[in-house]
């Protein structure tokens, strides 16, 4: 129900777009989030907005750098990501919450996508 598409290979300082595409309306009202697993490592919060896309939360690894924003017209939820680091690299989801209080917390969300490889090369 929910599909990334934009990821890719990148050299560091380069931007990319990500997309999140849901399959049903019903997204409109949900919260959306997107985390990244990198390898051998925990899957973290990177960015989440209410479904107004009022509200935002960013991780502090990538505040001034993401922004993530959404059309509901399109049902569809957007990750800028500009001046790319290495240490971005990771597999991205994004993620829905029909209720929630903290979208820092992977808890809060009830559906995910399968995710899209970003590499960062030095």
């Known amino acids: 129900q929910l599909v990334e598409s934009g990821g890719g290979l990148v050299q560091a300082g380069g931007s990319l777009r990500l997309s999140c595409a849901a399959s049903e309306g019903s997204f409109r009202r949900y919260a959306m989030g997107w985390f990244r697993q990198a390898p051998g490592k925990e899957r973290e919060f990177v960015a989440g907005?209410?479904?107004?896309?009022?509200?935002?939360y960013y991780a502090d690894s990538v505040k001034g750098r993401f922004t993530i924003s959404r059309d509901n017209a399109k049902n569809t939820v957007y990750l800028q990501m500009n001046s790319l680091k290495p240490e971005d690299t990771a597999v991205y989801y994004c993620?829905?919450?029909?209720?929630?209080?903290?979208?820092?917390?992977?808890?809060?969300?009830?559906?995910w996508g399968q995710g899209t490889q970003v590499t960062v090369s030095s």
């Open positions: 907005l209410d479904w107004t896309g009022v509200e935002t």
């Open positions: 993620a829905a919450a029909g209720r929630y209080s903290a979208l820092w917390l992977e808890s809060e969300y009830e559906y």
